[in-house]
């Protein structure tokens, strides 16, 4: 068993409630774009709305560059590489302090917001701001997605 909480417009209390009980239960769990916001809540945090609107460019080849965290899971997944180039369409976002104390921040972005985060006394559970299932080309994401399912595949 494994979840994925996608990305999208808007999001609703059940997709905070299903995460709670997800992180509860230690499933894997991915949480994209609205599923980032939705498992920051879950945990007791929130985001808040971009008012500058800088990341929110609704083009499948932009990309902007984030700092990778050394040590995190994330760091792992991308071969150790300490900075990734990523694409960004939402609208709300997280800062630092948002994040720490509830989540272990993995990545940064060139403005200093909250990019991907993980539970670290969890299975697997990691929020990623960007879109990885609009860059299935790169071998990151074939990574994220084969460790994911590995571990939903223990998880039975």
Known sequence: DGFILQGGLYSSNYE??????????????IGICAGFNNILRAIGTD???DKTKSHDIYNKDYRHKVSIIKETKLHELMNK????????????IAPKEN?????????????GLVESFE??????????KWHPELMLEEEFTQRLFK????KSSNDI
């Open 147 to 150: 460790e994911f399912i590995n």
């Open 47 to 49: 985001v808040i709305e």
């Open 16 to 29: 905070i409630e299903m995460a709670k009980r997800i992180i509860e239960l230690d499933k894997p769990l």
């Open 81 to 92: 590489k300490d900075e990734y180039d990523v694409n960004s369409i939402h609208s709300m």
């Open 99 to 111: 994040v720490e104390g509830y989540a272990t921040v993995s990545s940064i972005s060139y403005d």
């Open 119 to 128: 539970l670290e006394d969890k299975k697997f559970v990691v929020g990623i």
